[in-house]
């Protein structure tokens, strides 16, 4: 069975893909189109982003379609960047720009930055409509570390571990970040469904 995710981010795919591997999914994203809309993420919350993803994709496309909703909230930031994570430095940003960006915000305020990753999870086709969330906790650090991953992940330290997400291997982060958990949670309601 062929679904589309709804995502031009690779970093993204890639996780995604991999916690799929075990079924008969193949998976497919945006980067597989060169005419896909460009979908506005004008909500205001990550659920309502997510949903517009999958639903205009879908409109498009006519194929059974996840999407992921996904960002870093800060406390000490009053939850900034949230739902603005991959533009946090403006229109022209970048992972490393938005780095710059949240230890420039933080230069101010005493450690630990508590913070943590969130995700909304999507699955649509004609007759199902499926929405899971889940997140992780963590803290901003000052200096970023490790190449692995994507976005925030060398600033960002998960509870309980001393490397950051872009030291520990993807493996181990495909087990407990908030993508991995949200999506584990969408495929097994997929599952339990008779959709995979
Ligand atoms: P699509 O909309 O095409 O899926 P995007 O990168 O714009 O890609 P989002 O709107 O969901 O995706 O924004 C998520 C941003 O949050 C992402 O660009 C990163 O900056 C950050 N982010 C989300 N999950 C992350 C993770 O696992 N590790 C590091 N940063 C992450």
Redesign the pocket.
Known sequence: MKIL?????K??YK?VKNIFSDTDIELIS?NDFDNAID?V?DGST?EE??LK?AVEIYSQFKLPVI??????IVEQLKGA?G?H????SGDDAT?KK?NIKLLDELKSFPEPHCAK?V?TAVYIDSKNNIITNDEINGQIISQPRGTN?????PL?LPEGFNKT?GEISPDI?NKI???AKAFNKLKQIMVDNNII
Do not use: M, Q, W
């Open positions: 995710f709804a995502t031009k981010n970093g993204k996780e945006l979908v993420e990550f982003n997510a993803k999407s992921d909703d996904s960002g870093l960047p739902i994570s991959s533009r946090y992972d938005n990753f995700c991953g994507f976005g925030y992940d960002f997400s982060k970040s908030h993508r």
